[in-house]
């Protein structure tokens, strides 16, 4: 009958995924604390032993013992198997390798091992320490999977492992992280443990420093490591070594000769060499691999005058040349994922050890006890040869002379098997006195294994006699320092940049370029490269550690340090903001500023919906994703608002005296302090600037730091008519209030105002474009000077050219000046 059970889903899943988690954290992912292997890399070890693919053994293709370790142990896919045994052969992963192998076995680039059928491998000699004493019955056989074998739950492991060689791994929950260590050292630490159980994690730190990787490098952060070495969690600081060199001209190159554990090579190189192109970073010349057979070894070649130091902190802030190493000491102790530290690990190791020796010493005395039986059975029959000669020769066979001989002489049965089983030529007095000699040796060593059975202290002695030796034969230098502080990492970008002088230009069409002195010099100034159409809106002379920042129509900013602009030769036309940021099809740079984090300018933006307010120029720093991205300058009232305005205001002005008039489209205008307008952050709105009739919007906002008598405003209609008035002509009122009245309304076709300019130079040219695509270029001192109450004069002809839709002014660079 058919046993169906009801069960809920949950209860199965349960059940399944716990069975399961219980397989992968026990049985695959994570390392035994005793042997610090994981199963499938015991499986490989012992295969290879039991094939006697030793140290001392020739190389055997590796697909042979994949083989083995698929068909007898370890049921799983090849690839699994043979890239564990890979791994345990990659002297840059390992402190010690187990596994010796003959052909490609992968490098620090990330390449992979040629395939199993092509390499060879045997075990390494610091392998064979983990597995001697195996046949001694020092560990518990289990059967394997299809209980047609025996393997070993556990190595004898001669030295710890665990901390020698380290382990990574994830499960169902846990994960494991535990670093390589230099092999001399972890045995010192196990000895004075030995004598000394109750040692501090401080005073085994005497000891054990830290990680000793084997791709060396330098640990920061003792604090951390003791804490790590306690708890078995913590975080330190893992950064290259380098040294600088050279050359005749004075250029420098930074040599990397170690990278942190872990480390694609390849990736690392490709990474900075990104950076350099990238303009990331400026003052390098190259960045090339040139690791041979001899070493590792990473030139960054620097440009003349390029400050090594700050290079090296940007690649430490921005690559892996510097990175962080997490400590998560996770390992299987009695069966269970436990989290351990420095001490747990090395008394669970000697305690294993404790177990191994005992049964390896209760092994050699019982075999020792039965070889003594022997020799002593052989001893008598010597001394009464010729009677058991007698017996022997009156026997009927072999059975016989036993049965008469153990009659006879009161011989055991072992005894008088070997007896019956010696050979003539043993009965030689040579061969008697060798078999005298046997029973002391064994009468002394059957006496030392139970001294060392009766007695612990005998016992812990024998180890550490044992891991001396194992020191001796294998330890070798430290190749990782350890640093006691974590040095921060201080990136001064002006130092990682070249200063020469270069020519900015920003167009209003938002092309953007740097020029070389030199280039601008062979063209002269009048060829700047420009779209037809297209006016300059910014010009002028920086050097390469200079910033800058664009303001939006939008109420963004672009935070542009000058040494990432491209250089582009001045007759060409420059690169687009758009194809580095996104910016909308509706959207122009209105305004660009020199940057200083230590400004104490204000920025003054009006908006066309009567919003404004001054932010600190500092605030419009750069920030993470910069290159990418625009900033928010000031949050807009709605997507069809626009900032219209944007002045720099410096911190020497008085805000009482300062003062801003605002025009708008239907001819209204305000002028009051700007001691009115609150200073707030970078995101914030801003106050209401005028109090706009329905359907009416702000033109513009012109800001005087200190009005005078000839300071001027312009104003142009959409009807071509244009006017110039005297900044004293509008009475100062307040923030917030509608305004004076700046036009004479008409009831059919009345003027609106397009454009509004401050005027202080009447030779200031503009440029205006009307409806039919009609251009008018006309100088500030053309258009005549009239009352608020004025419309203007007709300097465009609305009949011939039609409405004016746009009024741009140009700026005369024919007379800039390089040398300011």
């Known amino acids: 009958m058919v046993d169906i059970q009801k069960l809920t889903l949950e209860e199965v899943m349960g059940d399944r995924f716990g069975r399961y988690s219980k397989y992968i954290i026990q049985d695959r992912a994570l390392p035994d604390i005793r042997d610090g292997l994981k199963p499938v890399q015991r499986r490989i070890l012992f295969a290879m032993f039991q094939e006697g693919n030793t140290s001392t053994s020739n190389f055997r293709k590796s697909a042979k013992t994949v083989g083995n370790v698929i068909g007898n142990y370890h049921p799983h896919g090849d690839s699994s198997v043979y890239e564990a045994m890979v791994r345990m052969s990659q002297d840059w992963k390992n402190r010690e390798v187990l596994v010796e192998m003959h052909g490609n076995n992968g490098s620090m680039d990330g390449d992979s091992a040629a395939a199993m059928r092509y ?23 289990i059967l394997n999977f299809d209980d047609t074998a025996e393997e070993p739950t556990v190595l004898p492991a001669g030295y710890p492992n665990l901390l020698v060689n380290g382990a990574t791994g994830i499960s169902a929950g846990y994960a494991t992280e535990i670093p390589p260590h230099n092999l001399g050292e972890i ?151 436990e989290q351990i530290g420095l001490k747990e690990a090395l008394l669970a190791y000697i305690e294993h050890r404790y177990v191994i020796i005992r049964r390896r010493t209760t092994f050699d005395l019982n075999k020792a006890q039965r070889r003594l039986h022997i020799v002593d059975g052989l001893v008598k029959a010597m001394s009464i040869l010729d009677e058991v000669i007698a017996v022997i020769r009156n026997s009927k066979n072999k059975s016989d002379s036993k049965q008469n001989l153990i009659r006879e002489f009161d011989f055991s049965e072992t005894q ?16 008697v006195t060798a078999l005298q000699n046997e029973r002391l040796q064994l009468n002394e060593e059957i006496a030392s294994y139970q001294a060392i059975l009766n007695d612990d202290k005998l016992l812990y002695a024998r180890m550490k006699t044992e891991l001396k030796a194992i020191k001796k034969a294998y330890a070798s230098d430290r190749r990782t320092e350890i640093q006691d502080e974590i040095e921060e990492v201080i990136v001064k970008k002006q130092l990682l940049i070249s200063e020469e002088d270069a020519i900015v230009v920003v167009t209003r069409g938002g092309y953007i370029k ?74 122009s740079i209105i305004g660009v500023f020199p940057y200083s984090e230590n400004s104490k300018d204000n920025l003054l933006l009006a908006t066309a919906q009567g919003m404004i307010k001054q932010t600190a120029l500092s605030e419009f720093k750069e920030f993470r994703g910069y290159k990418n991205k625009a900033g928010v300058a000031m949050n807009l009232s709605s997507d069809s608002d626009q900032v219209i305005s944007v002045y720099q205001v410096p911190a020497a002005t008085d805000q009482t005296q300062a003062q801003v008039i605002l025009t708008t489209h239907f001819g209204f205008t305000l002028r009051y302090p700007i001691e009115e307008i609150s200073i707030i952050g970078a995101r914030a709105k801003g106050v209401k600037s005028i109090n706009l ?15 005078n008598d000839n300071l001027q405003i312009m104003m142009v209609t959409q009807r071509g008519h244009m006017k110039r008035m005297k900044w004293a002509e509008i009475n100062v009122l307040g923030r ?12 059919a076709n009345p003027h609106r105002i397009v454009a509004a300019f401050s005027v202080e130079d009447t030779n200031q040219m503009f440029e205006v474009i009307s409806s039919q695509g009609k251009i008018n270029v006309l100088r500030a001192g053309d258009i005549p000077i009239a009352n608020r109450y004025s419309n203007g004069s007709m300097l465009v002809d609305e009949k011939d050219s039609g409405q004016i839709t746009s009024v741009t002014p140009i700026i005369d660079y024919q007379n800039f000046d390089i040398e300011n």
Do not use: C
């Open 119 to 141: 390499t060879e491998a045997r075990l390494s000699k610091i392998a064979d320490e983990l597995l001697r004493d195996l046949d001694k019955d020092t560990v518990e056989m």
């Open 416 to 431: 008088a098997e070997a007896i019956v089983s010696l050979q003539l030529y043993r009965l030689t007095n040579t061969d």
């Open 736 to 747: 917030a209030k509608r305004g004076l009245v700046a036009l004479k309304e008409l009831k």
């Open 514 to 587: 740097r020029s070389t002195l030199r280039s601008f010099k062979a063209s002269g100034v009048e060829e700047v490269g420009l779209r037809e159409g297209d006016h300059v809106l910014y010009m002028a002379k920086h050097t390469t550690l200079d910033q800058l920042v664009f303001i939006t129509s939008k109420g963004n900013y672009i935070f542009q340090p000058v040494y990432e602009l491209q250089d582009i030769r001045w007759k060409d036309l420059g690169e687009h903001i758009s194809q580095r940021i996104a910016f909308a099809n509706d959207e």
């Open 693 to 707: 009739k329905q359907d009416d919007y702000v033109i513009s906002a012109v800001f005087a730091a200190e009005p």
């Open 187 to 337: 045995i010192d630490a196990t000895a004075y443990l030995i004598d000394h159980p109750n040692a501090s994690v401080g005073k085994l730190m005497d000891f054990v420093p830290g990680p000793d990787f084997p791709t060396g490098a330098i640990i920061q952060g003792k604090d951390e490591l003791k804490k790590a070495y306690t708890s078995g969690r913590g975080k330190v600081v893992v950064r290259s070594k380098h040294h600088i060199e050279t050359d005749r001209s004075g250029k420098e190159k930074i040599v990397i000769t170690e990278i942190p554990y872990e480390v694609n090579k390849a990736n690392l190189v490709r990474r900075m060499d990104e950076l350099r192109l990238n303009r990331s970073i400026d003052g390098i010349q190259e960045v090339r691999d040139e690791s041979d057979r001899n070493g590792l070894q990473i030139v960054i070649e620097l440009k003349k005058d390029a400050s090594s130091d700050a290079i090296l902190n940007y690649f430490y802030k921005n690559s892996d040349l510097q990175i962080n190493y997490n400590f998560n000491m996770v390992a299987i102790n009695h069966q269970r994922p």
